[in-house]
């Protein structure tokens, strides 16, 4: 099945730091989803995101599909923006494949 | 739009015993669910595909005698852990979808079963 893949595993940003979060996938997909987990376990959707570039707020992503991989940067970042980063991606029969996520915090 | 609801959010029950967690699209209807099982500090692993009025696909490794799932309507999906055992201990993730044709998926807040 497909390999995906975040980087960096952890993440520690002051308050106000901008970041950028990598996915790379094993494998040509056609749908790509970004997450948030907070604290609290709840998955919330950033991004539906197969190709190109998006952007809500403080968050964009760019998914570049020939070349298998996908950034989701944070500007500004607040305390709220802590928690879990997931990215999906389809494989075979299964809908979505989870990478094992980018743990951030954000310190005030 | 798009909100998805889980009901019990936290659940403590004794060994032996079956606990059930309900899964609901509050706004729209979902004709594929999904329940996913996700253990601290780790990431989401898929258990189970259920489609509306039809039998639930499981993945590998998954028991379907143990977690046992019913899609009863467009809005809802149970899951059902039959004889739990402390290693069912876990946090179970419910998500869904339009249909086939769409891929996003939204996800439930999660319940958290703790069998003692």
């Known amino acids: 099945g497909i390999q995906v893949e975040q980087s960096p595993p952890d993440l520690i940003l002051q308050e106000g730091a901008n970041s950028t979060l990598r996915c790379n996938f094993s494998?040509?997909?056609?749908?790509l989803q970004w997450f948030h987990q907070n604290p609290w376990g709840q998955l919330i959707n950033l991004f539906y995101?197969?190709?190109g570039t998006k952007q809500n707020g403080r968050l964009s992503a760019t998914t570049v599909a020939t070349e298998r991989y996908s950034l989701l940067y944070i500007s500004s970042s607040q305390t709220t923006d802590s928690g879990v980063y997931f990215c999906a991606v389809p494989s075979g029969n299964t809908p979505l494949v989870f990478g094992k996520g980018t743990r951030l915090s954000v310190i005030a | 739009g798009a909100v998805v609801s889980q009901h019990p959010s936290w659940v403590i029950c004794k060994s032996g015993t079956s606990v059930k967690i309900e899964c609901r699209s509050l706004d729209f209807q979902a004709t594929t669910m999904f329940w996913y099982r996700q253990f601290p500090k780790q990431s989401l692993m898929l258990m189970a595909t259920?489609?509306?009025?039809?039998?639930?696909t499981y993945e590998q490794g998954v028991e379907k005698d143990k977690f046992l799932i019913n899609h009863a309507s467009l809005t809802l999906s149970t899951l059902t852990v039959t004889s739990a055992h402390p290693e069912d201990s876990s946090f179970y993730i419910c998500?869904?979808?339009w249909g086939a044709g769409f891929y996003e998926q939204y996800f439930g807040p999660g319940t958290r079963l703790t069998v003692t």
């Open positions: 995101i197969p190709s």
């Open positions: 494998d040509s997909v056609n749908n």
């Open positions: 259920s489609n509306e009025g039809s039998k639930a």
């Open positions: 998500s869904a979808r």
